[in-house]
């Protein structure tokens, strides 16, 4: 069988970007030899390191042995045909790829400058690839019809547990079932900050703990006041049930208030605090929360512990089902990512 070469351009180049770089390196032999597909990228682009474009492909090892030098693209070698300096508007509209792979940083307020990115893509019929909430939390819907009239592919599967396949399950695994609810663990560091507050550390310490880890940024605020889950809500309330949701809609409240002696009063009962995402449709009415809330120990959420993330939806004919897996990370956010490419 014929190998098909499909072209990549990947805006954003941190580590999620280079997680799916070395991927790709790593299983190449694999894609041509079991799917007879060779994934090429033709086209990086940050805003520190510079841009390349090669219509032809770039050398993923040159590219992080550019890296290693300076922290830029600067040491690429030149080439007949390479271009540097091209803006990320640009590769999105103009370069040859196939799929534009949009992992640069998140906005939850305006979902820019990746909702731009989005949209020029796909209005060139180019397949946009990502695990960027801004765009999708925000924009489901809009860039959703874009893609379909420019008949191209809009997928997000990293964009809520990572590379575990939550949404996946839900629009195709369970295809014929009706969705009228889910809830989850969707944020890995605020459940591990939990995990430690049982453990008998206090919120503060917990907290150092996470962001010594890397589990946590230096600003934790998007993680612990629930901004993060929210996002992730949303996004399974407009892709997967329909809804058509906005973020002001979702009431939102983080695991800040929550004290030790919290903690240690739901274990001594039983219990355990976990934050949770959640939306239910009954009849016309939808209603969407992120919250604390006190969990028995028989819930199979309660046993969802550290950075582990997991989503149970409601159906119809199959009652609830519980999928489980790892909800962050560069690898795991990459492997989504890969999942993606491979479906389009």
Known sequence: MKTTTHRLALIGFGTVGQALAKIIAAKQADLK?????RLQIVAVATPGKGSLYHPDGLDIAALFAALEKDGTFAGYPDSPGLERGWSNLALARDSNA??????????????????DHCRTALSRGKNVVTSNKGPVALAYADLSALAAANNARFLFESTVTAGTPSLRLARHALAGNEITAMRGILNGTTNF??????AGRSYADALAKAQSLGYA????????????????????ANAVM???LTKDEISCRGITQLTADDIAAAKAAGKRWKLI?????????????????????????????GTTNAVTYRTDLL????????????????????ADILAI
């Not at 030899?33 to 597909?37: D, K, P, V, W």
């Not at 230096?218 to 901004?227: F, K, L, N, R, S």
């Open 33 to 37: 030899q079991l799917r007879h597909i």
């Open 242 to 244: 329909g809804c058509a």
């Open 277 to 305: 995402g959640q939306v239910e449709k009954q009849g016309g009415q939808v209603e969407a929360s992120v919250q604390p809330v006190l969990l028995p120990l028989s819930d199979p959420l309660a046993q969802v512990m």
């Open 217 to 236: 940024e230096a600003d934790p605020t998007a993680d612990v006041e629930g901004i993060d889950a929210l996002a992730k809500v949303l996004i399974v």
């Open 319 to 338: 009652g609830d089902v519980t999928l489980v897996g790892a909800g962050a990370g560069g690898i795991e956010t990459a492997a989504g990512l890969l």
């Open 98 to 115: 196939d799929t534009v792979v949009e992992v640069s940083h998140t906005d939850m307020t305006t979902g820019q400058p990746a909702l």
């Open 193 to 198: 900050i939990l995990t430690e507050m049982e």
